[in-house]
């Protein structure tokens, strides 16, 4: 050991004495392996600068890797413990990069069988690394003798290698289950833990099998703790997964009172997480977790604090009475569980108790890192929702915060809940505004300053005194970067557009931007100042807002376009605006991250469908309107899986149909799926897929035309899959040559007016003057009053039945409705194929059943009686 000895000058300067090392220079020490006889501690010491390197995230080449690979084999003749291990973990590192590595094999091999316990356990997991499939059958014997091996670390490195090893075949667990199922009788609590979860893998593709190895379980229950908590994840597994699963519900409860503090608090997390937990269940494992928030260990209550605190977000009732224990943690030495303890009483406490727990967070929420200052910022998040009226106390403490130091995703996180306050609270508006502003002051986030800008730009023209947003906007102007510069000009041009009184001022702040050395500012400041002049123009609200719209399709259309004729214009409403999707709910201790701008569903398909030869013949110019959600035409545990995805185009409809064979026992050819269509499409092409083998997914397509009468484009299809089985071998896979012509009924496709609509991409338009202005333009208006059916009984459930059904998108915010309304109006903007611009209005009345007033304005009338028709 005395090679890990540091020098006492180095403890003396206590630094890193690794971290000035250069690749170079120690693949050049790496010669000294060669030496004749081996220095064990030199090289134990270059042998650690190599793995230190390469743990560093330092990329060796090839020549280099195997270089380092090949001299390290030399080290072989050395018996030195610590770096024949050093050795060993070297070889696992470089295995993946240097080449013909599989030349130790021998030496691994030996080491694994010999007698010396120090060097078997650590040559199993290097030899499993170097293993691929041809290799397999040879050391076969060698593993199972490992597994049932009576050295305890000797028998569960095999067993973990083993689960490694199903990544280059997937049956070797199955192979081994027997070996397995022996050292499950080990008094080892590693081993008994290792090898369940070998016969875990070995059966989990088989239910039943599983079910009969947690059965069998629960009656002899193993002494490992680490086995039972795994014992406890499959149980709450197969209750997810089965109807019946009472024995499995009862045996976690039984986990409560087991003597290891691991299982018991494993068994309360899983009673708090199932979805099938009654109250009686919680509330048991709710009391444990409260004896656990006075343990003397700190890792006991952390995971205490933490578990409450997240069922606090469903069961915030269940966790009231655990109040006076979180209460004494809030003063606890560890600032982590001090932070969730606080965060737990906001998300449970009383309304009363906001102001002294925001009190309590302020002492020490600069002590605390970034991670836990958004579990603070989420809580305050649930909180403004749950008691708005405290909107002012907590918006101001979030102002605060955003004045402190913290990274991008701490302040990201607090900008969200402003944002997210001001949304849910209208009288937030103007505070979280007045917030924001002084943020960007200081702001040195440049995405974080766009953000913001950008719903200065949106929310700023509709407050009280617009005008005071515009010193902070043209002081980013002034002061900031390319981008930020830019952001600032479009958020003047949106008040200058909503706020005539602003115009003259705003033209005068714009027409200096087009001296800006960046081009981008210029243009935007060029493009503004000449739409914004021409102020006589009801529309000038969309030319200044204009949607998001997919580069890549906007790209492919102009280029089609460039290279066409061009006698026509060029129609950009035929470009599918870019998708924002938000990120789901973060847990606990995840950040709030901002929206991401990704590629929208149309474009992903739109490259899929061209890289099919008969299907770019017929796309050729043509841009993907929709792609709709996936539809399931099968259960998933019959014997043929069927998905659909309908892409609707301009002028025809192409049925993607996404295909699985789950019979291991047949091999399908030829595969299609017929459309009976009731004579109203013409069936334009079908793109079979060649072969189906087992378990592995094909596509074949069906490409309609639309008929020229729009009423006869909402259909109900019923499908038929179609292809030529030959029976197979399960085992080899061998198919015989000979098949016959099979059929499968699917679940009828639906073509709906939903798959033929998409939305404007532009939320926040001014709906009243476009709504006004498309009189002037001509539209075509159908009206019709409806009492909607039994199903629909509020307002809500009419409004997210009609967006759902239509396709359109809300504009203004007017799917959001206030609690206990009995009116309100839904404004709805949307985009049928071919660029036919669609505006509906919705007046919704509740008496004794929600009534409505469905107004649609068109350019086609056939569109806008379509819509209305589809609605009765």
Not at 117 to 144: G, N, P, Q, V, W
Not at 683 to 709: A, H, I, Q, R
Request: charged share 25%; net charge negative; proline share 4%.
């Amino acid at each position: 050991m005395n090679a890990f000895k540091r020098e006492k000058k180095e403890e003396e300067d206590g630094g890193n004495p690794f971290q000035n090392l250069e690749k170079t220079s120690v693949l050049q020490e790496a010669r000294t392996f060669n030496d004749t006889p081996v220095n064990p501690r030199k090289c134990a010491h270059i042998l650690t600068k190599i793995l230190y390197l390469l743990n560093q995230g330092e990329q060796l080449g090839t020549t280099e890797a195997t270089e380092a690979f090949f001299a390290m084999t030399k080290l072989f003749q050395s018996r030195d413990v610590v770096l024949r291990r050093l050795v060993y973990l070297g070889i696992k590192e470089l295995s993946s990069v240097a080449e013909d590595v599989i030349i130790v094999t021998s030496s691994l091999t030996k080491d694994m069988t010999g007698k010396e316990d120090l060097y078997r356990a650590a040559a199993i997991r290097a030899l499993c690394t170097i293993t691929d499939s041809a290799m397999l059958a040879t050391i076969e014997r060698y593993m199972k003798q490992a597994i049932v091996d009576r050295s305890p670390a000797v028998s569960s490195a095999a067993l973990v290698s083993s689960l490694h090893l199903t990544r280059v075949s997937s049956d070797v667990a199955r192979r081994w289950a027997n070996e397995a199922q022996e050292a499950l009788n080990s008094d080892n609590v590693m081993v008994q833990y290792h090898a369940l979860g070998v016969l875990y893998q070995a059966r989990k593709s088989d239910k039943h099998a599983v079910i009969k190895l947690v059965a069998k379980l629960m009656r002899s229950s193993p002494k490992s703790p680490y086995a039972v908590c795994m014992l406890i994840r499959m149980a709450c597994k197969l209750l997810d997964e089965v109807d019946e699963g009472s024995e499995f519900l009862e045996f976690i409860e039984s986990c409560i009172r087991h003597k290891s503090e691991m299982v018991v608090y494993e068994a309360a997390h899983a009673l708090v997480n199932l979805g099938r937990s009654g109250t009686r269940e919680i509330a048991s494992a709710i009391s444990v977790l409260q004896l656990f928030c006075g343990s003397p260990k700190p890792a006991l209550r952390f995971a205490a604090v933490r578990t409450l605190n997240k069922v606090a977000m469903t069961h915030p009732g269940a966790v009231t009475s655990c109040n006076l224990d979180l209460e004494n943690l809030i003063t606890d030495s560890n600032r982590s569980i001090a932070t969730l303890a606080i965060t737990t009483l906001l998300k449970t406490g009383a309304e009363s108790s906001v102001d002294r727990l925001m009190k309590q967070i302020a002492t020490f929420v600069s002590e605390i890192s970034d991670e836990f200052k958004v579990v603070v910022v989420q809580a305050i998040r649930a909180l403004c929702q749950k008691f708005p009226r405290k909107h002012t106390v907590l918006m101001n403490f979030l102002s605060a915060m955003l004045r402190d130091e913290g990274g991008l995703e701490y302040k990201a996180a607090i900008v969200d809940t402003i944002i997210a306050v001001m949304e849910g609270n209208a009288e937030a508006k103007e505070a979280g505004l007045a917030h924001l502003c002084e943020f960007i002051e200081d702001c040195e986030h440049t995405s974080l300053a766009v953000r913001i800008l950008h719903l200065l730009g949106q929310e700023g023209p509709t407050s009280k005194q617009p005008s005071r947003y515009i010193r902070f906007i043209y002081n980013r102007v002034i002061l900031e970067s390319a981008s930020v510069r830019a952001a600032a000009v479009t958020a003047l041009a949106h008040f200058a557009a909503a706020c005539p009184a602003l115009l003259p001022n705003i033209l005068v702040l714009l027409s200096r931007c087009q001296l800006d050395s960046d081009d981008e500012v210029r243009d935007r400041a060029t493009y503004y100042c000449t739409i914004l002049q021409q102020n006589a123009d009801p529309t000038i609200l969309p030319l200044v807002q204009p949607p998001q719209l997919s580069i890549p399709s906007l790209e492919r259309a102009l280029r089609n376009y460039v290279t066409s004729s061009m006698d026509e214009d060029f129609d950009i409403s035929l470009i599918p605006p870019a998708q924002v999707i938000e990120e789901p709910t973060p847990e606990v201790t995840a950040a709030v991250r901002p929206q991401q701008q990704r590629l929208t569903r149309e474009e992903s398909y739109m490259e899929k469908l061209t890289q099919v030869p008969q299907l770019a013949a017929i796309i050729g110019d043509s841009i993907l309107f929709k792609s709709s959600t996936i539809i399931e035409l099968t259960e998933s545990e019959t014997e043929y899986y069927v998905k659909c995805i309908k892409h609707c185009f301009t002028d025809f409809l192409i049925l993607q149909f996404d295909c699985v064979n789950t019979l291991d026992d047949q091999f399908l050819e030829d595969v299609r799926v017929e459309i009976e269509t009731q004579d109203t499409y013409t069936l334009v092409c079908e793109v079979p897929c060649p072969k189906l083998p087992y378990n592995e997914p094909g596509t074949c397509y069906t490409v309609l035309k639309f008929p020229e009468d729009l009423q006869s484009t909402v259909i109900t299809c019923p499908a038929t899959m179609k292809f030529i089985a030959h029976e197979c071998d399960p085992t080899t896979g061998s198919a015989e040559e000979q098949g016959y012509d099979d059929e499968y009924m699917l679940e009828d496709l639906e073509i709906t007016v939903r798959d033929q609509v998409r939305g404007l991409g532009v939320r926040n338009i001014d709906f009243a003057s476009v709504w006004d202005s498309a009189e002037a333009r001509n539209f075509f208006t159908q009206e019709q009053v409806f009492a909607l059916g039994a199903r629909v009984t509020t307002i809500e459930a009419a409004i997210q039945s009609l967006i759902t059904f239509l396709g359109m998108e809300p504009a203004e915010r007017s799917d959001r409705v206030k609690s206990g309304a009995a009116q309100h109006t839904l404004l709805l903007s949307g985009m049928y194929r071919g660029g036919k611009e669609v505006l509906a209005r919705a007046k919704l009345a509740l008496t004794d059943q929600v009534t409505m007033q469905f107004t649609v304005r068109s350019q086609d009338p056939d569109v806008a009686e379509l819509m209305i028709s589809s609605v009765g």
